[in-house]
């Protein structure tokens, strides 16, 4: 298997721009997540789906930010008229609803965001 | 309200220590998992042990060994030997289980750095 996949892994934009990032969850994981970090900080929960239907928003995410995951396979986080405090690394993460693996989420190497 | 405290920044020790790292969490779930990652430069999340709250065994996994107290709400991780390797970041994390599998808390991440 391949892990959790992230593209771009670096991008950089102007404030005002819109950004589109994409996951590729492990094969078969059906729980996939966003993660945002900034430095010298630990990840905060974003949102969360299962299969399609996003199940669960952070207060974080504001109306500048919209994730789908339309197919229940990849998913896309894009940010429109981004902001300077929008540059973070953005990470995804996937796991499996099987009771042994439950609740272990599998991190991909993040996109990190710089908004000039 | 879920919250994970690393009290250590920073931790700098010479190859073949033992280092032992700190976490300590809040919750008012009876349910929850506990967990250690590691971010190495590469900056992608590496998963590396689970506990959940029935089970306070505490175990060791090679080089890795945990020490899960309720009383105290500490999950405290340590590496045995250390290695030039295991230099990173390393964070706890909290999640809650119940209706809601998605959100991961974690703490703000402890630097270790084994010099040879």
């Known amino acids: 298997d391949t892990g959790v996949s992230q593209d771009p892994r670096h991008k950089i934009t102007k404030r005002g721009q819109n950004v589109t990032f994409r996951c590729d969850p492990i094969?078969?994981?059906?729980?996939l997540y966003w993660y945002r970090q900034t430095l010298g900080q630990g990840p905060e929960f974003l949102t969360y789906?299962?299969?399609?239907?996003?199940?669960?928003k952070s207060r974080l995410l504001s109306d500048r930010f919209s994730a789908e995951r339309p197919k229940g396979s990849f998913s896309t986080l894009e940010i429109q008229r981004t902001e300077q405090g929008d540059s973070a690394m953005y990470l995804c993460?996937?796991?499996?609803?099987?009771?042994?693996?439950?609740?272990?989420?599998?991190f991909g190497a993040g996109t990190r965001l710089s908004v000039l | 309200a879920q919250k994970v405290t690393q009290a250590q920044t920073e931790i700098s020790v010479v190859e073949k220590e033992d280092v032992t790292l700190d976490c300590v969490y809040e919750?008012?779930?009876?349910?929850?998992?506990l967990f250690w990652y590691k971010q190495p430069p590469s900056g992608e999340l590496v998963f590396l042990i689970r506990?959940?709250?029935?089970?306070?065994q505490n175990e060791i996994s090679g080089r890795y060994s945990w020490n899960f107290q309720k009383s105290t709400s500490s999950f405290n991780f340590t590496i045995t030997a250390s290695q030039v390797v295991d230099s990173a970041v390393y964070f706890c994390?909290?999640?809650?289980?119940?209706?809601?599998?998605?959100?991961?808390?974690f703490g703000q991440g402890t630097i270790l750095t084994v010099h040879p």
């Open positions: 789906f299962q299969n399609e239907a996003q199940l669960e």
């Open positions: 993460a996937s796991s499996i609803g099987l009771a042994g693996e439950l609740h272990i989420q599998y």
């Open positions: 919750t008012r779930d009876t349910t929850y998992y």
């Open positions: 994390a909290l999640n809650t289980g119940g209706t809601s599998y998605g959100k991961l808390t």
């Open positions: 094969s078969e994981h059906n729980r």
């Open positions: 506990r959940n709250s029935f089970d306070e």
